[in-house]
């Protein structure tokens, strides 16, 4: 469970990298501004679903 987590992270780490970058530019079409907040949202919902996990495991083991 713990590898599963620490994969987690580190895919989404280099995927809001490639988001980020993504949006960065001055000239973004909207949609692509909105498709990018949708990702970033589903991110931001499976983060707090691992951190739940992790917080179980953490109690577990204490």
Do not use: C, W, Y
Not at 6 to 24: G, M
Not at 38 to 58: F, P, Q, R, T, W
Request: proline fraction near 3%.
């Amino acid at each position: 469970m713990l590898n599963n987590i620490l994969f987690f992270v580190e895919i989404h780490r280099l995927r809001i990298q490639v988001l980020v970058q993504r949006i960065s530019p001055e000239d973004v079409p909207v949609e692509l501004v909105r498709d990018t907040v949708e990702d970033l949202g589903l991110i931001l919902g499976k983060a707090i679903e691992v951190k739940m996990n992790a917080n179980s495991i953490k109690t577990r083991l204490v």
